[in-house]
């Protein structure tokens, strides 16, 4: 077993969580990122009877909420809170390519 | 260009109609002041808990059994991760391994042929906040963020942009019939994503798929899967291949142009969502939604085709959903159905369409109406006098038959009125009763405007017809 990641997934992991890595950087998370994943895999060795348990809380029914509304945040409370505003408008620098 | 096997799959978002959004109570609402409909849930603020609003379930069900899907009992929800400012938890609460619907149709008929199509899934998600693209910036609107969404997901068999739009009517249709969204295309309440893919012969892999995302209304649709079906096959026919995209319907070109190339696809790193534990669906919940379906609209223009309305007349009556569920309330009567859904269709809908109203904002009551019907059918009223006193009938209440007295255009159905005026007439146009005399058949029409110009239009036509041919004779 490798004891380190390719050179391409850690850019991979990188590009999805949109940050720029430098080559010493690269290099050190090629080995820090394998060892997070492989103390993570122990988990798989713990036998479970059933698959939920590692979903969500299954032991207990979700509570669900009756469709009544509540008390809302002024737009103002909002804009307070972010870097930069346009208008009522939250602004964020644009970005190209991806639209969900 | 050759012939290809084309292989359509189409995904549809739907915006549920709630009070409040999915997972915070603030008010699901379009239009509003930007970022006025929000609370630290939809904005994502650290230490926020979502609580599943308990319509949504029931509306997801209602989706299910209307799409005829099988509906889970035990589900829950799955986090997919990406970065974008559409979304500040930097992930989507969607449904990915338990959708609550699965294994459903939807029956389309192109061209007299029926089809069913297949519906390999529909889930429960949150929507994400608008973004609005200027120059080097992007503005976000929280409103729509945490919209409840069902998502709708066909299998790959559709084989035309005509199948898609017909899919899409019908999808169109039975969610506002059943009150789950108002599917409108135009404000977003309803979107639509088509994957297009050809191939040579049935045996062959499926071809390189194309996404077409965000088309803007249901026509377009049908177009944008015929135009890149159409790029496709040119490509091929050259020899050409091409990688997996995403591309989106220019309205003002009329084709599709690229947007992103798909690399490996999306890596989302889903992973159940802990902050909602499981959600279980009871017998019980299935009965009570069911419950509040209405008649559906392939169930009311059945109805319709037997009480005698015509198809076409059946078909538009169920596009407008007040004007049908007005006739419903007829069905039980005994009247000429014909005769109301012309007249629905006809003056009515024009004076509801001029004025904005719905049939229910009229004084038009069931039984006012079927005294219309009535009059109507008897020939006491002519088209063309109902022109004249519609008004009164939509906004009067007093009933039809004072209507037409007051108006003073109460149809002539004496004979011996009426035969004086076709005397009348004969005398005065020698010429054109010799025509007629002599085979020209068009004369009798002249002669029968005559008649009815010089009673004011108030002879009963056909009555009138009989006696002026038997004059003539």
């Excluded at chain 2, 029926?114 to 608008?130: A, L, N, P, S, Y």
């Excluded at chain 2, 029409?445 to 009673?455: A, Y």
Aim: aromatic letters at 6%; glycine letters at 4%.
């Amino acid at each position: 077993m490798d004891d380190k990641l390719s050179r391409e997934e850690v850019l991979h992991v990188a590009e999805l969580a949109r940050i720029a890595i430098s080559e010493s950087e690269l290099e050190k998370y090629q080995i820090q990122l394998k060892q997070i994943i492989d103390s993570v895999d122990k988990i798989k060795e713990v036998e479970v009877d059933d698959d939920k348990m590692l979903i969500a809380n299954w032991s207990k029914e979700t509570t669900l909420r009756e469709d009544e509304c509540g008390e809302m945040l002024s737009p103002k409370d909002v804009i307070n809170n972010a870097p930069r505003h346009s208008g009522n408008y939250i602004e964020v620098p644009v970005v190209i390519g991806e639209e969900s | 260009m050759s012939n290809y096997i084309p292989t359509i799959g189409v995904e549809v978002h739907v915006e549920l109609k709630t009070n409040t959004k999915i997972f915070s109570n603030s008010t699901n609402g379009y239009g509003e002041m930007a970022n006025s409909l929000t609370n630290v849930i939809d904005l994502g603020y650290p230490g926020t808990l979502p609580t599943l609003n308990k319509e949504v379930l029931n509306l997801a069900i209602k989706a299910a059994t209307v799409l005829n899907c099988k509906i889970r009992r035990e589900m829950h929800f799955d986090r997919k991760n990406y970065f974008y400012p559409d979304n500040s938890k930097n992930y989507q609460i969607t449904q990915s391994r338990t959708p609550i619907g699965y294994d459903g149709y939807v029956e389309i008929e192109v061209n007299g042929v029926k089809k069913r199509i297949e519906i390999e899934e529909m889930h429960i998600e949150e929507d994400t906040c608008k973004s609005t693209h200027r120059g080097t910036k992007t503005l976000l609107d929280f409103n729509r963020a945490g919209v409840p969404l069902i998502e709708i997901v066909t299998k790959p068999c559709m084989a035309s942009g005509e199948e898609a739009k017909a899919y899409l009517e019908k999808l169109r249709e039975l969610l506002f019939y059943s009150d789950i969204s108002d599917c409108k295309i135009e404000e977003g309440s309803m979107r639509a994503d088509a994957n297009v893919s050809i191939r040579k012969n049935e045996s062959d892999p499926f071809g390189t798929k194309a996404e077409i995302k965000n088309i803007g209304s249901i026509t377009n649709v049908g177009i944008s899967i015929e135009k890149e079906i159409e790029r496709q096959s040119k490509l091929y026919d050259n020899g050409e291949t091409f990688k997996p995209q995403t591309r989106r319907y220019d309205d003002k070109i009329g084709d599709t142009v690229l947007m992103r190339v798909k690399e490996t696809g999306n890596d989302y790193r889903y992973f159940p969502e802990p902050d909602i534990p499981f959600v279980y669906v009871t017998d019980e919940m299935i009965e009570r939604v069911v419950a509040t379906i209405p008649m559906l609209p392939d169930e009311r223009r059945k109805l319709y085709i037997e009480k005698g309305v015509p198809e076409v007349n059946a078909n538009k009556i169920v596009q407008n959903r007040s004007l049908s569920d007005y006739f419903n309330e007829l069905l039980e009567e005994n009247t000429n159905f014909k005769i109301a859904s012309n007249l629905l269709l006809g003056d009515i809908a024009a004076y509801l369409n001029k004025e904005e109203k719905l049939i229910t904002e009229t004084t038009l009551t069931k039984d006012r109406f079927l005294e219309l019907i009535k009059n109507m059918e008897d020939n006491t009223l002519t088209s063309k006098n109902l022109k004249d006193i519609l008004n009164k009938i939509l906004e009067d209440t007093s009933s039809i038959s004072d209507i037409i007295k007051s108006s003073g255009i109460e149809n002539i159905t004496d004979d011996s009125a009426i035969r004086d005026v076709v005397r009348k007439v004969i005398e005065a146009n020698p010429g054109s009763v010799e025509d007629y005399k002599t085979g020209h058949d068009r004369a009798i029409k002249f002669l029968m405007g005559q008649v009815m110009k010089e009673s004011k239009g108030s002879a009963n036509p056909k009555m009138a017809m009989d006696i002026l041919v038997e004059e003539l004779q």
